[in-house]
């Protein structure tokens, strides 16, 4: 009997990769093999992501790729998921012949109403329980969102904002940590409007507390979260729990308040500072990460140099910069792209070299210190681990490191990764961790 094999293909947000692994997941169990080789899969799964112009592009490259496994074995099934399906079937079908189905975001359950099943040649349906194990995984707890900003198409491919209710959850991390995961990240486009849906209304610092007892599970994070609903109650269940790291990604997207309404983020940037103090008076040590847009249409020499001036002001651990990508179907694209692709990509680099600069300077200060580094694995040669304030740390180690948390002494530090080494027991003695 031929093995049924799938190949799945991510591009795009954390949400996506999570949607990833539990299409993976269910395939598996279906009897599937997962392969890494893509010719040799009987179902192609490509998640994708319309949230950059960029990311489509990487979409349309890969399924053009797809052509002569096609012509070989016409058989293989093609399934397209994520955000680039939208409701108008016929007109994905015109602009990609070569997918058989399309799948909404995020829903696994229709993705497998569309692949056979797998059979052993008495007829039985096979089962395959998951072998994969992760340190690190992503778990969605709050889906869509309702905030409808001018430049996002999440809500229109993703729905209004649907929560899981808290056993549910708990049932799925106590599920992952048997599998070898020892840290969570909560998912939400705006995680802190979590439980708003569900009976009794239970929030987001109500399930931190549920996922904390999780046996096996050394860490826990969440992103990614709206200003104005970041509430002290929320703050102070990070700055309670031992398990709940102590790094915020709260995104302000533009510094000018002109352009924020532009934006329909619903809020100013005079709040946005008052939620950022909230944040690192409650949690002390606290890292931020932010996201910011340039070149959005309009957005003037002075309204950008206001979001330069605010991110010099707060000295932010980790921005994500994006320069301005028009998506059709969103408010912000009935106002055009005016703004020239070299002048977004000149803003960008300003930011970026900012961004480079202020986080080089807040990362120098680690040096010498001995930080708590759970180990992921390894990339070029070397341990990749992060610590509790999600900073990004390389280790040489002949031992296996994968799973474990381990104290290191930083011996380099940089803008994005640290270098480090393990510490030794005499240097722990009077160092604190």
């Not at 849906?197 to 007892?213: I, N, W, Y």
């Not at 940037?269 to 606290?286: A, C, F, L, S, T």
């Not at 990339?379 to 990004?392: A, C, D, I, Y």
């Amino acid at each position: 009997m031929a093995q049924s094999k799938f190949y799945i293909w991510t591009v795009g947000c954390q949400m996506n990769v999570a949607d990833s692994n539990r299409a993976a997941d269910a395939m598996r169990q279906a009897g599937y093999t997962q392969t890494q080789e893509v010719m040799d899969a009987n179902v192609v799964i490509l998640n994708t992501c319309s949230v950059r112009e960029s990311a489509e592009r990487r979409t349309w490259g890969k399924v053009g790729a797809l052509a002569r496994l096609k012509q070989s074995s016409p058989d293989t099934i093609i399934a397209m998921m994520g955000c680039m399906v939208h409701p108008d079937r016929a007109l994905l079908h015109r602009r990609f012949p070569l997918v058989d189905h399309f799948i909404p975001a995020g829903d696994v359950d229709e993705l497998m109403a569309s692949v056979p099943p797998v059979e052993d040649e008495w007829g039985t349906q096979l089962y395959q329980l998951s072998s994969d194990s992760s340190v690190s995984a992503f778990v969605p707890v709050v889906m869509g969102c309702n905030k409808f900003c001018s430049f996002c198409v999440v809500p229109y491919r993703r729905g209004r904002e649907r929560s899981i209710p808290i056993p549910e959850l708990v049932q799925e991390v106590k599920g992952l940590a048997a599998q070898g995961a020892r840290e969570v990240t909560l998912l939400g486009q705006t995680i802190n409007h979590y439980g708003r849906d569900l009976p009794g209304k239970p929030d987001l610092g109500d399930l931190l507390h549920a996922v904390h007892e999780v046996e096996g599970i050394e860490r826990i994070r969440f992103l990614t979260s709206y200003p104005r609903t970041m509430t002290d109650k929320i703050l102070q269940a990070v700055a309670d729990l031992p398990k709940a790291c102590e790094h915020i990604n709260i995104p302000f997207q533009a510094g000018d308040n002109t352009v924020l309404r532009a934006m329909r983020r619903g809020y100013t940037i005079e709040q946005y500072k008052e939620v950022v103090g909230r944040v690192r008076d409650i949690i002390p040590g606290v890292s931020i990460a932010t996201d910011v847009i340039v070149g959005f249409p309009g957005e003037t020499e002075e309204q950008f140099e206001r979001t330069y001036e605010v991110l010099e002001e707060l000295r932010l651990d980790v921005v994500h910069i994006a320069a301005y990508s028009p998506r059709p179907g969103t408010k912000a694209f009935e106002l055009g792209d005016p703004i020239p692709l070299d002048e977004k990509q000149r803003r960008f680099r300003l930011l970026d070299a900012q961004h480079e600069r202020i986080s080089g300077e807040i990362n120098s200060a680690l040096l010498g210190a001995c930080e708590d580094v759970l180990f992921e694995g390894t990339q070029r040669g070397k341990w990749k681990g992060r610590t509790r304030t999600n900073k990004l740390v390389f280790v040489d180690s002949p031992e296996d490191l994968t799973g474990k948390t381990l104290p290191v002494r930083i011996t380099q530090t940089g803008a994005w990764s640290m270098q480090a080494e393990l510490a030794e027991a005499r240097e722990l003695a009077g160092a604190s961790i």
